[in-house]
């Protein structure tokens, strides 16, 4: 009667951890704790809220650390069901999956903070723990999906990563040969001119710098057009491969 319901408590929790159909109690209240754990790591790096709620922030972050604990391990021990991580290799075998150290890099900031007196580096690895973002996609059947869609257009990201290195360096010369004699202060270099050129191919815009020549003008219209494009282009190729994967 005991083995039925220890069985019976696995099937319920291997079905919540990998069922990406829908999305169980389980992985809702999992969501929600993250949510809850990422609003305290910010609270707390305001002074004024940290003296006054430090003790309460304390048990907060105890209370996450332990649930997300038990999460880990309850996955490591409902994996076993899962053919390829049956038995002992098995199960060490999905540690070291992606997953699995997403859930583990949600643990561990947490255990160096209670071990660490440093403070540079606890204010540090406090901050870590905001790789508890990370979990949302194992516990998200939508966001799992946009993950699979962005592992797919890696090679074409790259591509694009190229051309818009290309385009830059590109701009940041042009510029300069066309704006340095007159302008030396910001566009005297390459390496100044890049910044310039970053914020024109980014559709920022800040105005600090900008060229005052007919021909530096005339080149910022053509970066700025170029830098839609840019946009546009890694936008397109994921949203291509999302709906692929959806289907």
């Known amino acids: 009667m005991r083995f039925r319901k220890i069985k019976k408590i696995l099937s319920y929790l291997f079905k919540s951890f990998h069922d990406d159909e829908k999305s ?18 910010v609270l707390e790096t305001e002074d004024v809220f940290k003296n006054k709620y430090e003790y309460a922030l304390n048990i907060f972050e105890t209370i996450f650390l332990i649930i997300f604990t038990l999460e880990y ?5 409902v994996a076993g069901r899962i053919e390829k991580y049956s038995g002992f290799m098995g199960r060490i075998k999905f540690i070291f999956s992606p997953m699995s150290i997403i859930d583990l890099l949600a643990i561990i900031p947490s255990l160096m903070t209670a071990f660490s007196s440093d403070f540079l580096l606890l204010r540090i690895v406090r901050l870590l723990r905001m790789l508890r973002l990370l ?23 790259y591509a694009c990563f190229a051309i818009t290195l290309l385009i830059l360096f590109a701009s940041s010369i042009f510029i300069y040969l066309l ?37 530096g003008k005339v080149f ?16 397109g190729i994921i949203s291509a491969n999302f709906k692929s994967h959806k289907k």
């Open 220 to 235: 910022a219209g053509i970066v700025g057009i170029c830098g839609i494009g840019i946009i546009a282009m890694p936008a």
């Open 179 to 215: 704006e340095g004699n007159i302008q030396p202060e910001a566009f005297g270099s390459i390496p100044r001119s890049m910044w310039w050129a970053i914020s024109t191919l980014t559709t920022v815009g800040y105005g600090d710098v900008y060229p005052i020549t007919v021909l």
């Open 73 to 77: 391990f309850l996955r490591i021990i």
């Open 24 to 41: 169980t109690f389980l992985n809702k209240f999992i969501t929600t704790v993250i949510i809850l754990s990422l609003i305290s790591v």
């Open 135 to 157: 979990k949302l996609i194992q516990n998200n059947p939508s966001l799992k999906l946009f993950s699979q869609a962005l592992i797919a257009s890696k090679f074409q990201l």
